[in-house]
């Protein structure tokens, strides 16, 4: 199951009891293969690793800079959760 970056807010069914999932940018869920191509294709994500891009050429993987701001900007969101 490939790992995505979400670039547009929405809904991630997992594919789980659950449903569809509301998932904010920046968030970098692990998704069924087939899910993570539809949401590629709706320019609602990209690929975190370019093995999982479709695209050889990888023009649906995100950056390593995209990556870092994500991760960097999820580390910030639980620092201040904790501080709450």
């Known amino acids: 199951m490939p790992k995505i ?4 807010a929405c809904l991630v069914d997992f ?8 998932q ?11 899910l993570a191509a539809d949401l590629v294709k709706a320019r609602r994500a990209l690929y975190c690793d370019k093995a ?3 695209d050889k050429a990888g023009h649906n993987t995100a950056s390593k ?4 701001a994500a991760a960097d900007i ?9 501080n709450s």
């Open 52 to 54: 999982d891009d479709f």
């Open 65 to 68: 800079d995209m990556l870092k």
């Open 5 to 8: 970056l979400i670039i547009e």
């Open 24 to 34: 904010e940018v920046g968030a970098m869920p692990t998704v069924p293969k087939d």
């Open 15 to 22: 594919a789980d009891d659950t449903g569809g999932q509301h």
């Open 74 to 82: 999820a580390r910030a969101g639980i620092k201040l959760n904790e």
